[in-house]
Protein backbone atom coordinates (compact mmCIF):
# COMPACT_ATOMS: atom_id res chain seq x y z
CA UNK A 1 0.00 0.00 0.00
CA UNK A 2 2.08 3.52 -0.74
CA UNK A 3 1.84 5.75 1.95
CA UNK A 4 -0.59 8.13 0.85
CA UNK A 5 -3.14 5.78 2.43
CA UNK A 6 -1.86 6.63 5.42
CA UNK A 7 -2.83 10.09 5.36
CA UNK A 8 -5.14 12.70 3.78
CA UNK A 9 -2.63 14.40 0.96
CA UNK A 10 -2.13 13.92 -2.41
CA UNK A 11 1.22 11.67 -2.72
CA UNK A 12 3.75 13.25 -5.63
CA UNK A 13 4.77 10.49 -7.87
CA UNK A 14 8.81 10.06 -8.75
CA UNK A 15 9.82 8.96 -11.74
CA UNK A 16 9.73 5.36 -11.03
CA UNK A 17 5.91 5.53 -10.39
CA UNK A 18 7.09 4.86 -6.33
CA UNK A 19 5.76 7.56 -3.61
CA UNK A 20 6.79 10.72 -2.13
CA UNK A 21 5.30 10.58 1.67
CA UNK A 22 5.52 14.33 3.18
CA UNK A 23 4.89 14.42 6.78
CA UNK A 24 3.95 17.93 8.18
CA UNK A 25 5.32 18.47 11.95
CA UNK A 26 4.01 21.62 14.04
CA UNK A 27 6.70 23.06 15.94
CA UNK A 28 5.23 24.70 19.27
CA UNK A 29 7.52 25.21 23.18
CA UNK A 30 5.81 26.20 25.94
CA UNK A 31 8.61 28.05 27.39
CA UNK A 32 9.19 31.10 24.83
CA UNK A 33 10.93 34.11 26.57
CA UNK A 34 9.25 36.29 25.00
CA UNK A 35 5.96 35.51 25.25
CA UNK A 36 5.81 32.24 27.24
CA UNK A 37 3.49 30.02 26.41
CA UNK A 38 2.31 32.08 23.35
CA UNK A 39 1.75 28.78 20.77
CA UNK A 40 -2.18 29.22 22.71
CA UNK A 41 -2.17 33.06 23.53
CA UNK A 42 -5.35 34.24 21.99
CA UNK A 43 -5.61 35.63 18.48
CA UNK A 44 -9.00 37.08 17.40
CA UNK A 45 -10.03 34.40 19.68
CA UNK A 46 -8.61 31.87 19.19
CA UNK A 47 -5.39 30.45 20.36
CA UNK A 48 -2.42 30.53 18.01
CA UNK A 49 -1.70 27.39 17.30
CA UNK A 50 -5.04 26.76 16.05
CA UNK A 51 -4.31 28.61 13.01
CA UNK A 52 -0.80 26.65 11.94
CA UNK A 53 -3.61 23.32 12.47
CA UNK A 54 -5.68 25.34 10.05
CA UNK A 55 -2.93 25.53 7.52
CA UNK A 56 -1.32 22.51 7.73
CA UNK A 57 -4.74 20.62 7.68
CA UNK A 58 -5.89 22.36 4.33
CA UNK A 59 -2.82 21.31 2.95
CA UNK A 60 -3.62 18.80 0.07
CA UNK A 61 0.06 17.66 -0.29
CA UNK A 62 0.73 16.83 3.37
CA UNK A 63 0.29 13.01 3.89
CA UNK A 64 -0.16 13.44 7.60
CA UNK A 65 0.36 16.17 10.21
CA UNK A 66 1.17 15.70 13.43
CA UNK A 67 2.78 18.02 16.66
CA UNK A 68 5.84 18.24 18.91
CA UNK A 69 5.56 20.02 22.06
CA UNK A 70 6.09 20.13 25.73
CA UNK A 71 2.82 22.28 26.02
CA UNK A 72 -0.28 20.22 27.74
CA UNK A 73 -3.28 23.17 26.68
CA UNK A 74 -1.41 22.87 22.83
CA UNK A 75 -1.33 19.00 22.68
CA UNK A 76 -5.25 19.29 23.99
CA UNK A 77 -5.96 21.71 21.49
CA UNK A 78 -4.28 19.34 18.52
CA UNK A 79 -6.03 15.95 19.88
CA UNK A 80 -9.36 17.66 19.70
CA UNK A 81 -8.12 18.47 15.74
CA UNK A 82 -7.58 15.00 14.82
CA UNK A 83 -3.52 16.06 15.19
CA UNK A 84 -1.24 13.24 16.34
CA UNK A 85 0.57 14.99 19.18
CA UNK A 86 4.08 13.97 20.03
CA UNK A 87 5.27 14.55 23.74
CA UNK A 88 8.74 16.36 23.26
CA UNK A 89 11.02 15.35 25.93
CA UNK A 90 13.21 17.63 28.09
CA UNK A 91 16.23 17.39 26.12
CA UNK A 92 14.75 19.04 23.38
CA UNK A 93 12.52 21.20 24.71
CA UNK A 94 14.18 24.29 26.21
CA UNK A 95 15.69 27.39 24.06
CA UNK A 96 19.31 25.81 23.55
CA UNK A 97 17.76 23.00 21.78
CA UNK A 98 18.24 23.03 17.64
CA UNK A 99 14.77 22.63 15.62
CA UNK A 100 16.66 19.95 13.81
CA UNK A 101 16.97 17.87 16.55
CA UNK A 102 13.52 17.80 17.50
CA UNK A 103 12.47 17.49 14.15
CA UNK A 104 14.05 14.05 13.99
CA UNK A 105 12.79 13.16 16.95
CA UNK A 106 9.26 13.94 16.37
CA UNK A 107 9.78 11.96 13.02
CA UNK A 108 11.50 9.17 14.53
CA UNK A 109 9.05 8.85 16.78
CA UNK A 110 6.20 8.69 13.88
CA UNK A 111 8.20 6.18 11.94
CA UNK A 112 8.38 3.88 14.93
CA UNK A 113 4.89 4.41 15.90
CA UNK A 114 3.47 3.74 11.80
CA UNK A 115 5.77 1.43 10.84
CA UNK A 116 6.64 3.49 7.78
CA UNK A 117 9.50 6.01 6.22
CA UNK A 118 8.87 9.45 5.56
CA UNK A 119 10.32 10.75 2.43
CA UNK A 120 10.10 14.76 3.01
CA UNK A 121 9.35 16.68 6.40
CA UNK A 122 7.61 20.00 6.26
CA UNK A 123 7.97 22.20 9.62
CA UNK A 124 5.50 24.44 10.59
CA UNK A 125 6.11 26.85 13.69
CA UNK A 126 3.04 27.08 16.07
CA UNK A 127 3.48 30.88 16.09
CA UNK A 128 2.88 31.92 12.96
CA UNK A 129 -1.26 32.14 12.52
CA UNK A 130 -0.35 34.36 9.24
CA UNK A 131 0.31 32.30 5.97
CA UNK A 132 -0.59 32.72 2.42
CA UNK A 133 -2.71 30.03 0.98
CA UNK A 134 -1.55 26.88 -0.95
CA UNK A 135 2.12 28.13 0.46
CA UNK A 136 2.86 24.36 1.94
CA UNK A 137 1.94 23.04 -0.99
CA UNK A 138 3.76 25.08 -3.07
CA UNK A 139 7.02 24.68 -1.27
CA UNK A 140 6.39 20.88 -1.17
CA UNK A 141 6.19 21.11 -5.20
CA UNK A 142 8.97 23.01 -5.31
CA UNK A 143 11.06 19.94 -3.39
CA UNK A 144 9.91 17.44 -5.75
CA UNK A 145 10.63 19.46 -8.74
CA UNK A 146 13.83 20.61 -8.30
CA UNK A 147 15.10 17.72 -6.68
CA UNK A 148 16.52 20.15 -3.82
CA UNK A 149 17.34 19.44 -0.44
CA UNK A 150 14.96 21.87 1.08
CA UNK A 151 12.84 25.17 0.24
CA UNK A 152 12.48 27.56 2.69
CA UNK A 153 9.83 30.58 2.50
CA UNK A 154 11.46 34.11 1.77
CA UNK A 155 10.47 37.62 2.26
CA UNK A 156 12.91 41.01 0.98
CA UNK A 157 14.46 43.60 3.60
CA UNK A 158 13.38 46.72 3.34
CA UNK A 159 13.83 49.23 5.47
CA UNK A 160 16.56 47.29 7.39
CA UNK A 161 18.57 46.50 3.95
CA UNK A 162 22.52 46.14 5.56
CA UNK A 163 23.56 48.97 3.10
CA UNK A 164 21.41 50.92 5.57
CA UNK A 165 22.54 49.93 8.48
CA UNK A 166 25.46 51.46 11.07
CA UNK A 167 27.57 50.24 13.86
CA UNK A 168 28.08 52.62 16.55
CA UNK A 169 31.65 53.96 17.41
CA UNK A 170 30.16 56.23 20.81
CA UNK A 171 27.13 58.31 19.37
CA UNK A 172 29.20 58.16 15.91
CA UNK A 173 27.80 56.44 13.46
CA UNK A 174 29.97 53.78 11.27
CA UNK A 175 28.28 52.71 8.33
CA UNK A 176 27.81 48.61 8.24
CA UNK A 177 28.76 48.77 4.82
CA UNK A 178 30.12 52.11 3.06
CA UNK A 179 27.88 53.10 0.16
CA UNK A 180 26.40 56.11 -1.09
CA UNK A 181 22.57 54.32 -2.09
CA UNK A 182 19.79 56.44 -0.80
CA UNK A 183 17.05 55.38 -3.15
CA UNK A 184 15.34 51.90 -1.87
CA UNK A 185 15.23 51.19 -5.40
CA UNK A 186 19.10 50.87 -6.33
CA UNK A 187 19.68 48.26 -2.77
CA UNK A 188 20.37 44.81 -3.75
CA UNK A 189 17.85 42.59 -3.47
CA UNK A 190 18.40 40.77 -0.17
CA UNK A 191 15.76 38.10 1.58
CA UNK A 192 15.68 36.74 5.01
CA UNK A 193 13.50 33.24 5.70
CA UNK A 194 10.23 34.39 6.89
CA UNK A 195 9.52 31.54 9.22
CA UNK A 196 6.43 30.41 7.19
CA UNK A 197 7.50 27.04 6.02
CA UNK A 198 10.54 24.83 5.85
CA UNK A 199 10.49 21.57 3.33
CA UNK A 200 13.46 19.70 3.60
CA UNK A 201 14.26 15.90 2.36
CA UNK A 202 14.01 13.39 5.25
CA UNK A 203 18.38 12.40 3.56
CA UNK A 204 19.19 15.84 4.11
CA UNK A 205 17.96 16.12 8.34
CA UNK A 206 19.05 12.89 9.10
CA UNK A 207 22.62 13.54 7.50
CA UNK A 208 22.50 16.56 9.80
CA UNK A 209 22.63 14.79 13.13
CA UNK A 210 26.29 14.56 13.74
CA UNK A 211 27.21 18.45 12.50
CA UNK A 212 26.51 19.91 15.87
CA UNK A 213 28.63 23.07 14.87
CA UNK A 214 26.39 24.24 12.30
CA UNK A 215 22.61 24.68 13.14
CA UNK A 216 21.83 24.90 9.65
CA UNK A 217 23.54 21.69 7.89
CA UNK A 218 20.12 19.84 7.80
CA UNK A 219 19.43 22.24 5.20
CA UNK A 220 21.66 20.10 2.91
CA UNK A 221 23.48 21.88 0.55
CA UNK A 222 20.74 22.42 -2.47
CA UNK A 223 18.74 24.79 -0.89
CA UNK A 224 16.43 26.73 -2.77
CA UNK A 225 13.78 29.31 -1.80
CA UNK A 226 9.70 30.85 -2.84
CA UNK A 227 9.47 34.65 -2.37
CA UNK A 228 6.67 35.84 -1.02
CA UNK A 229 5.76 39.48 0.11
CA UNK A 230 6.43 40.99 2.87
CA UNK A 231 3.28 40.86 4.94
CA UNK A 232 2.60 37.39 4.00
CA UNK A 233 3.86 35.85 6.84
CA UNK A 234 3.74 37.19 10.82
CA UNK A 235 6.36 35.40 13.10
CA UNK A 236 4.65 36.47 16.21
CA UNK A 237 8.08 36.94 18.77
CA UNK A 238 6.36 39.91 20.86
CA UNK A 239 3.16 41.93 21.62
CA UNK A 240 3.84 44.10 18.32
CA UNK A 241 3.81 41.15 16.36
CA UNK A 242 0.65 40.06 17.72
CA UNK A 243 -1.15 43.36 16.69
CA UNK A 244 0.19 42.92 13.26
CA UNK A 245 -1.33 39.61 12.86
CA UNK A 246 -4.39 40.33 14.15
CA UNK A 247 -4.91 43.42 11.93
CA UNK A 248 -3.95 40.97 8.80
CA UNK A 249 -6.16 38.65 9.91
CA UNK A 250 -9.01 40.93 10.59
CA UNK A 251 -8.76 42.12 6.97
CA UNK A 252 -9.09 38.78 5.57
CA UNK A 253 -12.87 37.99 4.81
CA UNK A 254 -12.66 33.99 5.60
CA UNK A 255 -11.19 35.13 9.17
CA UNK A 256 -13.71 38.00 9.88
CA UNK A 257 -16.11 35.76 11.41
CA UNK A 258 -13.10 34.68 13.88
CA UNK A 259 -13.06 38.50 15.23
CA UNK A 260 -13.35 38.72 18.48
CA UNK A 261 -13.08 42.25 20.82
CA UNK A 262 -10.92 39.85 23.07
CA UNK A 263 -7.86 39.66 21.45
CA UNK A 264 -4.89 39.05 22.57
CA UNK A 265 -3.76 42.49 21.26
CA UNK A 266 -5.69 43.96 23.83
CA UNK A 267 -4.65 41.15 26.61
CA UNK A 268 -1.19 43.14 26.15
CA UNK A 269 -2.28 46.54 26.10
CA UNK A 270 -1.11 47.52 22.70
Not at 33 to 52: D, F, Q
Request: charged share 25%; aromatic share 6%.
Amino acid sequence: MPPAALGCGQALGRADNSWVFTLGVILARAGSKGLPNKCIRPVLGRPMIEYTIDHALAAERLNAVLLTTDSPPAQEIARRRGVEVIERPAEVADDTAAVDSVARHAVACYERGHGATVDAVVLLYGNIPVRAPNIIDRAIVHLAETGADSVRTLAPIGKHHPDWLHTLDGDRMVQFRPNSIHRRQDLSPLYYHDGAVIAVRRAALFAAANARNDPHAFFGRDRRGIVQAADATVDVDDPIDLCLAEAILRSTPRNAKAFSIDTGCAAFGA
